[in-house]
């Protein structure tokens, strides 16, 4: 008699229970939503900081092509084989952020698969960095031919225009740092808070 009772009571408890774990699933599942649509604001916003940065980068390396011509061929004379090369190196430059712009485009990004997003910043921090190894080099190349051109020129006063070169270039050098390592910091930001967001979606399916 005493089991005859307490089955149909066991079967409401697991029942009842049932409920409560189907609502708790149901309210973890909109908190997710919630998560995710917070941090694809995130993402955003830090992937428009970065992308702006970008378009300043591009847009101050078309405006040295014509300020150089008349600084270095107008002004001070210098040969048009330098004002080429300067020209080309900040082409090249530009295009090479125009490129990596693309992997922190904001379009689609509160609809856009976070994975994908995420494998687009960690290509866009690689290059970033890659981008050094080329970067430094040509940098101290075309700072060392801008010597020559100053010394050919007037070998008594290029040795005082150098020190201002240099002086130039160590300002532009910590600026750089500063720039590159924040961009770094903010892809980072970017993939980690993805990898947050992708753990509570596995933790929530084991669930």
Same mark, same amino acid.
């Given at each position: 008699m005493n089991n005859d009772y307490q089955n149909p009571q066991n079967d409401m408890q697991f029942?009842?229970?049932?409920?409560?774990?189907n609502t708790l699933k149901k309210k973890l599942?909109?908190?997710?939503?919630? &998560?995710?649509? #917070? #941090?694809?604001?995130?993402?955003?916003r830090t992937a428009s900081n970065i992308k702006n940065r970008y378009y300043a980068i591009m847009g101050l390396c078309l405006l040295m092509i014509p300020y150089t011509y008349m600084v270095f061929i107008?002004?001070?004379?210098?040969?048009?084989?330098?004002?080429?090369?300067?020209?080309?190196?900040?082409?090249i430059c530009g295009v090479a952020t125009y490129y990596n712009c693309q992997n922190v485009t904001t379009s689609n990004m509160m609809s856009k698969n976070l994975i994908e997003?995420?494998? &687009?910043?960690?290509?866009a921090k690689k290059?970033?960095?890659n981008?050094?190894?080329?970067?430094?080099?040509?940098v101290i190349a075309w700072l060392g031919w801008l010597s020559w051109e100053l010394y050919q020129k007037d070998a008594f006063s290029a040795r005082y225009m150098i020190y201002g070169t240099i002086c130039g270039a160590v300002i532009g050098a910590i600026c750089g740092c500063k720039m590159h390592f924040?961009?770094?910091r903010q892809y980072q930001e970017i993939i980690d808070q993805i990898e947050d967001l992708k753990e509570d979606s596995l933790e929530l399916e084991k669930f």
């Amino acid at each position: 008699m005493n089991n005859d009772y307490q089955n149909p009571q066991n079967d409401m408890q697991f029942e009842d229970m049932r409920q409560q774990m189907n609502t708790l699933k149901k309210k973890l599942q909109q908190q997710e939503i919630v &998560n995710d649509r #917070i #941090i694809r604001q995130s993402v955003k916003r830090t992937a428009s900081n970065i992308k702006n940065r970008y378009y300043a980068i591009m847009g101050l390396c078309l405006l040295m092509i014509p300020y150089t011509y008349m600084v270095f061929i107008m002004s001070m004379g210098l040969s048009l084989t330098f004002w080429i090369g300067t020209a080309v190196f900040m082409l090249i430059c530009g295009v090479a952020t125009y490129y990596n712009c693309q992997n922190v485009t904001t379009s689609n990004m509160m609809s856009k698969n976070l994975i994908e997003v995420s494998q &687009n910043m960690a290509r866009a921090k690689k290059f970033d960095v890659n981008w050094l190894y080329f970067g430094i080099p040509a940098v101290i190349a075309w700072l060392g031919w801008l010597s020559w051109e100053l010394y050919q020129k007037d070998a008594f006063s290029a040795r005082y225009m150098i020190y201002g070169t240099i002086c130039g270039a160590v300002i532009g050098a910590i600026c750089g740092c500063k720039m590159h390592f924040k961009t770094q910091r903010q892809y980072q930001e970017i993939i980690d808070q993805i990898e947050d967001l992708k753990e509570d979606s596995l933790e929530l399916e084991k669930f």
